[in-house]
């Protein structure tokens, strides 16, 4: 009787080491992710539609005093620097700083270059959503960010343990709170859905594991 004998399975390959991307590489993608989020802005702004976090908080002001979006938002992101120096490293600082500044002139300067005769509010929330939600794919995928809530968020995590994204949904519920004092209940539930548009594209397309660059 002849003894048969399963052959071992063959060593899997090691993992890829990731491949850092280049200086050329950062500041095209950082110019990418800012120039299509500043198109998702002009989809928002042109339907009076407001976002989460501290461009939500920069829309609601916008809509208040009349000052340009891109002013508020430079300002408003002025204090977070500090923390992602001391949290996220200079690297990560300077490119967030870049892709503030940079967003701030092109939303000053969009309506040069674009503008909508008219703009069905629902669908500039869903197209706005998802094109903001790219934009801001392409600047995580090079360690970028738009700093502002998500710095502090992160902050408070690692300073009292509170979970990054529970401090983000209870700040985006305040701005939602917030709105509805200014903006009609209508375009709130836009809103939302816009931020809902956006955050898909994130969960789907932004998970660890799947991307190796750095």
Not at 27 to 32: K, L, Q
Not at 110 to 139: D, E, K, M, N, R
Request: proline share 5%; glycine share 10%; hydrophobic share 55%.
């Amino acid at each position: 009787m002849t003894r048969t004998t399963t052959a071992p399975a063959p060593a899997m390959p090691p993992p890829a080491a990731t491949a850092p991307h280049t200086l050329t590489e950062d500041a095209v993608a950082v110019f990418t992710g800012v120039l299509l989020i500043s198109v998702g802005v002009a989809f928002f702004t042109s339907a009076g539609l407001l976002t989460g976090g501290t461009a939500g908080l920069a829309f609601l002001l916008h809509y208040a005093t009349g000052i340009g979006f891109g002013k508020i938002f430079f300002v408003l992101n002025l204090p977070f620097y500090w923390l992602a120096l001391r949290k996220l490293g200079r690297a990560f600082t300077i490119k967030t700083f870049a892709a503030v500044l940079l967003l701030s002139v092109l939303t000053e300067l969009q309506t040069q270059f674009l503008q909508f005769s008219h703009l069905q509010p629902l669908y500039a929330a869903i197209a706005g959503g998802l094109i903001t939600g790219t934009g801001f794919l392409v600047l995580f995928r090079h360690r970028c960010s738009l700093g502002g809530v998500g710095i502090l968020a992160l902050y408070l995590q690692d300073r009292y343990g509170w979970r990054a994204g529970k401090v983000q949904m209870a700040v985006d519920c305040c701005i939602v709170l917030l709105a509805l004092w200014s903006v009609e209940p209508l375009r709130v539930a836009w809103s939302i859905a816009g931020a809902v548009a956006l955050n898909l594209v994130l969960a789907m397309n932004h998970r660890p594991g799947r991307y190796m660059a750095v």
